[in-house]
């Protein structure tokens, strides 16, 4: 994509997850605008003289914290940055989330692990964790989608599919990303935590997404790890292995099977990858 493209796109990026708590003696403190206008500029003071910084396009949210003569004050890298009011229209009880598109024409594999004859862990209560696995991974591939990716999963169901078979699916499609989505298990209830696996090309993604697992996610963040998986090593695309909290925990997996938790591993992923695929 061109330069002015991936600038416009990391500014309304940033305006949505850089948005920081602030102060301000307004009232329009805290709440949704939508842009109504096909491009709306932001600028680094409240004047058409002022800096400009980004831009916003049609149906973006940005949160307001005030406003001066005209200008809407939001937050972008941490700074004050303004935006004619006059182009914004109030947005009532609707949450601001992800942008839309800013995945579009990537494709990510999301390998559900386990499945079928394979039950992967045996948790608490008797959970298993390729069942675990398949909710939390419909609910990545939904998010993704929902944010523009292609997503292919390796199993839709409870099916039991060769780890050859999930990477030549990774294999035969040009993918970006290959995510393999495990609960982890040990002897002892007290050990939990996220991490993530990557054997060589993943790491960069690795990082990405473990960084925002443990931004998003309420549990210990157990780190990177470099292992030799297949699914990873004969991958011949950025390919890691998470595993998302462990099922031998009783605490933990009271949380892990919530469908909160699902919720903001699904959002953990999709903000990980667009910073993977926009740094
Ligand atoms: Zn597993």
Do not use: C
């Not at 298993?128 to 419909?138: A, G, M, N, R, W």
């Amino acid at each position: 994509m061109d330069y002015i493209k991936r600038i416009t796109i990391l500014a309304i990026f940033s305006l949505f997850f850089m948005i920081t708590t602030a102060i301000s003696a307004h009232a329009k403190t805290g709440q949704t605008y939508e842009v109504n206008t096909d491009w709306l500029n932001i600028r680094n003071g409240p004047s058409n003289h002022a800096e400009i910084v980004g831009k916003l396009k049609k149906g973006n949210q940005v949160r307001i914290f005030g406003e001066i003569s005209g200008w809407a004050q939001t937050y972008y890298n941490g700074e004050a940055v303004w935006i004619a009011s006059n182009h914004l229209v109030p947005k009532q009880d609707k949450e601001v989330f992800l942008p839309d598109g800013l995945l579009t024409g990537y494709t990510i594999v999301i390998d559900p692990g386990h499945g079928g004859k394979d039950p992967g862990a045996i948790g608490h209560n008797g959970v298993l964790e390729k069942d675990l696995i398949l909710v939390t991974s419909k609910k990545i591939a939904e998010q993704l989608t929902n944010s523009g990716a292609t997503v292919i999963l390796t199993r839709a169901d409870d099916s039991f599919v060769p780890l050859n078979d999930r990477v030549a699916i990774s294999n035969k499609s040009e993918t970006d990303a290959f995510i393999s989505i495990h609960f982890n298990a040990f002897p002892e209830d007290y050990v939990g935590g996220i991490n993530t696996y990557y054997y060589q090309s993943g790491h960069s993604l690795a990082q990405h997404i473990q960084n925002a697992l443990s931004q998003e996610v309420p549990l210990r963040n157990r780190g990177v790890i470099q292992s030799n998986y297949r699914v990873l090593r004969d991958n011949k695309s950025p390919a890691i292995l998470v595993e998302l909290g462990f099922i031998t925990n009783t605490t933990e997996l009271v949380t892990l099977q919530s469908e909160s938790y699902q919720d903001k591993v699904a959002r953990a992923i999709t903000l990980g990858l667009i910073e993977y695929f926009w740094e």
